[in-house]
């Protein structure tokens, strides 16, 4: 069985690079990446990910008007999406979920908890292997 595609939409280097190397090497996931929300929606329909993890705050399109975008494709409107923020108040996350965010995860996240996170999420088999047990 091939891994999990996952999609990482961040504007942010450091976070693409520790959330892809963790993903890849904790997880298992096949992990493309885009720094903003246009290349993502190009990314997104060019390679048919099987999840994306979206940045909320990002110039230009922001997450949410990504998502928009994504949901008003039919080649992207069935991709679950995954929303990290560092806005986590209880008003924030309610409009995200409304949205239709499959899940809101925290910035800054543990690393070794992202792709177990993720599968929770997504209600896929955790496959991760946390290195510190």
């Not at 190397?21 to 190009?42: D, H």
């Not at 922001?62 to 928009?68: R, V």
């Not at 069935?78 to 990290?84: Q, T």
């Amino acid at each position: 069985m091939s891994p999990k595609r996952i999609l990482l939409i961040d504007d942010e280097d450091d976070i693409r690079e520790v959330a892809s190397m963790t993903l890849e090497t904790v997880g298992g996931f096949e992990v493309l990446t885009a720094v903003s929300g246009q290349e993502g929606i190009e990314r997104a329909i060019a390679s048919q990910p099987d999840a994306i993890l979206l940045d909320v705050m990002m110039p230009v399109m922001d997450g949410p008007a990504t998502l928009l975008r994504l949901q008003q494709n039919p080649a992207t409107r069935d991709i679950p999406v995954v929303f990290l923020t560092a806005k986590i108040q209880t008003a924030d996350r309610r409009r995200l979920a409304q949205l239709g965010a499959r899940a809101i995860m925290a910035k800054p996240f543990d690393p070794y908890r992202l792709s177990d996170d993720i599968n929770e999420a997504l209600g896929w088999p955790a496959a991760s292997t946390d290195p510190r047990n």
